[in-house]
């Protein structure tokens, strides 16, 4: 019983290790993707502002840090990221920025899409075919 309890527990561990640095795979790439110094001219942010973005891009730097913060709900780092850009650029220069960079949609919303098409799992989508038989019974 303990040996089943245990094997339980690691292979627990490890899933949920493995989704967490998803998790964290997507907000490293939220922060890569943007060229913030081209953002930073486009919307004539001030030097205040970009500081300020900068400080928010390099505010986990490693998987530990983001974890610590996000490790009971690894999907809240979409939202605080983007409220805080938000914060920072002001409503309209944002709103410039999330038509650019997210073509007008919630920067939320196309991380949670991108999550919910893992392509792991997309041979499991399609449908299984019926051949039909000359007789035609379907194939068992």
Do not use: C
């Not at 795979?25 to 502002?49: G, H, K, P």
């Not at 939320?108 to 499991?124: C, T």
């Amino acid at each position: 019983m303990k040996k089943l309890l245990l094997t339980a527990m690691i292979v627990g561990t490890f899933s949920l290790t493995y989704a967490q640095s998803d998790y964290y795979n997507d907000y490293r790439r939220s922060i890569s993707d943007v060229n913030w110094a081209s953002v930073i001219t486009d919307l004539v942010l001030s030097q205040t502002q970009a500081n300020q973005i900068y400080a928010l891009n390099d505010r986990y730097n490693d998987y530990n840090s983001w974890n610590r913060v996000y490790v009971s709900n690894p999907d809240r780092w979409r939202n605080d990221r983007y409220v805080e850009l938000e914060r920072i650029m002001g409503h309209d220069k944002y709103l410039k920025f999330k038509n650019k960079y997210y073509k007008g949609q919630n920067p939320v919303a196309v991380y949670n899409r991108n999550k919910n098409n893992d392509k792991r799992y997309k041979h499991m989508d399609k449908k299984i075919k019926v051949y039909k038989h000359k007789n035609g019974n379907g194939h068992r």
